[in-house]
């Protein structure tokens, strides 16, 4: 599986964005999907995910009641609406998926595919 992140880019405080992070290959519906970020200086960190049906979402504290993670298996594509935005948003963010797991998706090592990352910046 090879995923590639779209959608990053400037922001203000108070604003929104909308992450974008296409899969290739068959079986999308397969993977558990998670969304991480890493500010400079500050180790990587857990954003959302989701199962592979979309059944499931989950949240990090951070950004709960903010962003909101969905898919779309047809297009093989999940997203991240990420709205009030604040500037400690600041960071590269990385969609990743893990085969057959829709569980323990908060961890990082449960994940089987990394995308590249997208640079979003929040201004204040």
């Known amino acids: 599986v090879q995923l590639q992140a779209f959608g990053g880019g400037l922001g203000e405080a108070g604003g929104s964005l909308r992450l974008s992070c296409a899969a290739s290959?068959?079986?999308?519906?397969?993977?558990?999907m998670g969304w991480f970020r890493q500010a400079p200086g500050k180790e990587r960190e857990f954003v959302a995910a989701?199962?592979?049906?979309?059944?499931?979402?989950y949240y990090g504290d951070l950004v709960k009641g903010r962003f909101t993670i969905s898919r779309d298996n047809a297009k093989n594509t999940v997203y991240l609406q990420m709205n009030t935005l604040k500037p400690e948003d600041t960071a590269v963010y990385y969609c990743?998926?893990?085969?057959?797991?829709?569980?323990?998706?908060?961890?990082?090592?449960?994940?089987?595919?990394w995308g590249q990352g997208t640079l979003v910046t929040v201004s204040s």
């Open positions: 990743a998926a893990a085969y057959l797991k829709a569980t323990m998706l908060e961890r990082s090592w449960t994940y089987d595919y």
């Open positions: 290959g068959r079986t999308f519906s397969s993977y558990g």
């Open positions: 989701i199962s592979g049906s979309g059944g499931y979402t």
